[in-house]
């Protein structure tokens, strides 16, 4: 059974456009919504995340909405750069950290060309 | 967040020998530690929950005996792939949680096993 699913699972866009991917989940007790970035040969990084108290968090050129409701969420990178092409993962877990486990997406492959 | 040490980034061994992965949380004590694998082009699977001064928690389908974990300390967590084969051969990532500021992951280790 797959908790968080996320679409598109790839995605091109043209330098200083938007970006946007999508993640739906399932469990109501989830409670701590992070999305992480990842380069080729690397470890996940952690770029933003959102609690279900707040419907959008924004932090530079990158935004969280979220809609507990639909229990759906979304990143939005504004003026995409070819430096953000990467691989995003939307995630879930009750609670934020400690010994609550996340639960990922699939993933998407984001390339922004020059 | 915190600040996750893995070692080593890369490794190659022989088929039917051991391996060591280390993972260290250099500014956090961390009761619980998490390792992940992933397959190219895939997303982080969990494989289990470390546990300081306890047994690890493995998740379904991942083989105790093959993927032992040790948390002997507060900042020490290791993933060690016993009589490797080349089906193991992957990307190992452990993360660290904590309550405010989310997980943070490690760098990596790229296992081949030939």
């Known amino acids: 059974q797959q908790q968080v699913k996320q679409s598109p699972q790839s995605l091109i866009v043209q330098k200083g456009g938007i970006s946007i991917i999508n993640c739906a989940y399932e469990?109501?007790?989830?409670?701590?919504f992070p999305w992480y970035q990842q380069f080729p040969g690397k470890g996940p990084a952690l770029l933003i995340a959102?609690?279900?108290?707040?419907s959008e968090k924004k932090e530079g050129r990158f935004t969280i909405s979220f809609n507990k409701s639909a229990k759906q969420f979304s990143l939005h990178i504004m003026d995409s750069q070819p430096g953000d092409s990467a691989t995003y993962f939307c995630?879930?877990?009750?609670?934020?950290?400690?010994?609550?486990?996340?639960?990922f997406g699939k993933g998407t492959l984001l390339t922004v060309n020059p | 967040g915190a600040v996750v040490s893995q070692h080593p980034s890369r490794v190659i061994c022989k088929s039917g020998t051991s391996v060591k992965i280390e993972c260290r949380s250099l500014?956090?004590?961390?009761?619980?530690m998490f390792w992940y694998r992933q397959f190219p082009k895939q997303s982080l699977m969990l494989m289990a929950t470390?546990?300081?001064?306890?047994?690890?928690?493995?998740e379904q389908g991942v083989e105790k005996d093959k993927f032992l974990i040790n948390h002997a300390s507060l900042t020490l967590s290791t993933l060690t792939v016993t009589s490797a084969h080349p089906e193991d051969s992957s990307f190992y990532i452990c993360?660290?949680?904590?309550?405010?500021?989310?997980?943070?992951f490690g760098s990596g280790t790229r296992l081949t096993v030939v």
């Open positions: 500014d956090f004590q961390a009761t619980t």
């Open positions: 993360s660290v949680g904590q309550a405010r500021n989310g997980y943070t």
């Open positions: 959102i609690r279900p108290d707040v």
């Open positions: 470390s546990n300081e001064g306890s047994k690890a928690t493995y």
């Open positions: 469990n109501t007790a989830f409670d701590y």
């Open positions: 995630a879930a877990s009750k609670g934020g950290g400690s010994n609550y486990k996340l639960t």
